[in-house]
């Protein structure tokens, strides 16, 4: 995992793969919180990314070592439940 103290408001999350995921609101504890805009269908609450998905921060990005696609089931709600687990 990577150094959360470096991660700072409005950086874009991208996957291993150079996919956007997200842009972050600010870091909670050890996951980054995401922007509502960037929670998709469930745009009336923020989601979060676990600190543990952070492979680099570099420059006015936080590059994840998954792919941009496995990081979004990767996302979490509120209380640490995956999203992948709520989705039909």
Do not use: C, F
Not at 8 to 33: F, L, P, Q
Not at 65 to 78: M, V, W
């Amino acid at each position: 995992m990577a150094d959360l103290s470096n991660v700072t408001e409005h950086m874009e999350i991208i996957g291993a793969d150079g996919v956007h995921v997200g842009t972050v609101d600010k870091v909670e504890g050890n996951r980054i919180k995401l922007t509502k805009a960037d929670s998709g269908s469930h745009a009336d609450h923020h989601h979060y990314v676990s600190g543990g998905l952070v492979a680099t921060v570099e420059g006015n990005q936080v590059r994840l070592s998954a792919n941009g696609a496995e990081a979004a089931l990767l996302e979490e709600e509120g209380g640490g439940e995956p999203l992948a687990d709520l989705r039909p």
